[in-house]
């Protein structure tokens, strides 16, 4: 009979959660029967980590988190997480190098957005550094420009400065940083034939702007 468990980049689970691919990481392993009552503690954290591991990848932080809502003693989860780590069952660096691929790729954040999304799941900051350090930024950019020219057809029509704060809204909210934002922006409104300085609007001062806001914030 084929194997029909979920599998990595199949799809958002049933919590709506994409699953990233995981092309570093093993198979994932035969789901585990849940732990018996009374069952030492190692084992039931041994057991829980297998079933929580072979829906989808996951990082140490959220496997520690799950034996920690289900009662597992500290000392017994750090044991089988220190045994998975070192068997390669557990590896946060190359869970952020899919998470970048599939995230980038699937829904086009950029690296901001995806720094956030792995804090959130307890990978350490250099395994995220390098994770998003290896996105090209030209690829990047492209990604941008392929976003809004997907949302100018719902803008045309609009006033000019509605467009524009609703397309620099999009990026803004998919990660990239807004000097990045209002460069694209103009470029997709360029290519329309629209003039925004005839419209009132300096996309220099407000690119400028920007920058020095985000080096403000930064």
């Known amino acids: 009979m084929p194997d029909r468990r979920p599998r990595a980049g199949d799809g958002p ?10 092309p570093h990481l093993p198979p994932a392993p035969i ?18 980590c297998l079933r ?11 496997l520690a988190g799950a034996m920690r809502r289900r009662g597992v003693p500290d000392e017994a989860a750090e044991a089988v997480l220190a045994r998975f780590t070192e068997a390669g069952l557990i590896d946060d660096a190359a869970f952020a190098r899919a998470w970048v691929e599939s995230r980038h790729h699937g829904k086009g954040l950029a690296r901001r957005a995806l720094s956030a999304e792995l804090k959130q799941r307890g990978v350490d900051a250099p ?3 390098a994770a998003v350090s290896a996105l090209d930024p030209a690829d990047e950019f492209a990604t941008a420009r392929q976003l809004v020219a997907k949302g100018l057809g719902a803008t045309r029509g609009k006033p000019l400065p509605v467009r524009l704060r609703r397309l620099v809204g999009l990026l803004a ?3 990239y940083p807004a000097p990045v934002a209002y460069r694209v922006v103009r470029e997709a409104l360029d290519q329309e034939g629209i003039d925004a300085t005839a419209e009132g609007l300096d996309f220099d001062e407000m690119t400028l702007a920007a920058a020095d806001a985000e080096e403000d914030s930064g």
Not at 13 to 22: L, N, W
Not at 52 to 62: E, F, H, V, Y
Request: net charge positive; hydrophobic share 35%.
């Open 31 to 48: 789901a585990a029967p849940a732990p018996a009552a009374g069952a030492d503690p190692q084992e039931r954290a041994r057991l829980l």
């Open 127 to 129: 395994d995220i550094k």
């Open 13 to 22: 689970d049933e919590a709506g959660q994409v699953r990233p691919p995981a």
């Open 173 to 175: 909210r998919k990660g």
């Open 52 to 62: 929580l591991l072979a829906g989808q990848p996951r990082t140490r932080s959220q």
